[in-house]
């Protein structure tokens, strides 16, 4: 794909945007968030991701959840001529389109809430440039921006991801807020602790020629796509202190010492830990392995 076709893409997006965030319930995160507002445009983006921001039983929030996405797509059908609006409701998602462009709006039914208070953001000055645009959204603050990046980050390995740490290490400190928000979606995570921040390392040449090119006039080779994977592991196997190592720890085992992080409210920990009993249960001989093998390797850190 060339920068002209990804352009389409945003200029749908950019359209589209001011009619999802008449919606309060939801705030912007993800690589939109990233490149088109706390950055200066450094690679196009073409999907959104929301996160859902009030705490309540599951049942009600994917009710409300669908309301918004359902107002949401009577509001944009009313406005926009020639844009079709396709709400899928057991998957959380919006696929909008246009006969040049196709956008996907999609809400994480898991992890739902935030521990820090959302932000006000308007879009950067290249974007207002560049596609004659200005308006503001609400976005994650920079923990729950830069936190959940990371996860994704070592999960995918995806190359958008990683350009996007790539700016992230040239730009911001690995701050305590940064770290509070990776461990927060760390352990918020389906994949064991153990697989997070030890990963195995994908060859993505092909998500790199693919899904990458031409979403961004950088300079970001496939070498720098790889350098950048190992700075990020490396920064945060060094950020992680004796207090943390005890809490993921305790996490895995099923047994986590809130005192230290207050996350015990989210759905997506509780979730987690519910994962955790039940393997504990079922299969006790496979959770004692995970446990071992992410002490083991905490300890060479």
């Known amino acids: 794909m060339n920068y002209s076709f990804y352009k ?29 507002f706390q950055y200066n445009l ?16 599951r049942e009600t929030a994917l009710k409300s959840i669908n309301e918004a996405l359902f107002s949401i797509k009577i509001n944009i059908t009313k406005a926009l001529r020639g844009i079709i609006v396709q709400h899928n409701d057991k998957e959380l998602k919006l696929n909008i389109s246009t006969k040049q ?15 820090l208070n959302p932000v006000s953001k308007i879009l950067c000055v290249k974007a207002q440039e560049e596609f004659d645009s200005f308006f503001d959204v609400q976005m994650v603050e920079i ?18 991801d990683l350009f996007d740490i790539h700016n992230m290490l040239k730009t911001e400190n690995f701050s305590e807020v940064i770290k509070t928000g990776f461990l927060f979606y760390l352990v918020s995570s389906n994949r064991p602790i153990v697989e997070m921040l ?46 943390d190592k005890d809490f993921l720890m305790q996490l895995e085992s099923g047994e986590p010492n809130w005192d230290i992080y207050n996350f015990q409210n989210f759905p997506a920990i509780k979730w987690k830990l519910q994962n955790i009993e039940v393997l504990r249960d079922k299969n006790p001989s496979k959770h004692r392995k ?12």
Not at 17 to 27: M, T
Request: proline share 4%; hydrophobic share 40%.
């Open 101 to 115: 462009a196709n956008v996907k709006v999609e809400v994480n039914p898991i992890k739902r809430g935030c521990f």
């Open 42 to 57: 450094p690679r196009l983006s073409i999907d959104i991701d929301l996160t859902y921001l009030l705490i309540n039983d």
């Open 143 to 160: 923990g729950h921006l830069f936190g959940g990046k990371i996860c994704a980050a070592l999960d995918r390995q995806h190359p958008r």
């Open 290 to 301: 995970l446990i071992d093998k992410l002490k083991l390797q905490l300890e060479n850190i």
């Open 198 to 243: 030890f990963p195995h390392l994908k060859d993505q040449h092909n998500a790199f020629e693919n899904q990458f090119i031409g979403m961004t006039e950088e300079l970001f080779t496939y070498n720098d796509f790889e350098s950048t994977r190992s700075s990020l592991i490396k920064i945060i196997h060094n950020s992680l202190n004796e207090k």
């Open 8 to 36: 389409k893409q945003v200029e749908l997006l950019l359209l589209i945007l001011p009619y999802i965030f008449k919606e309060k319930c939801f705030a912007l995160h993800g690589g939109t968030a990233i490149n088109l």
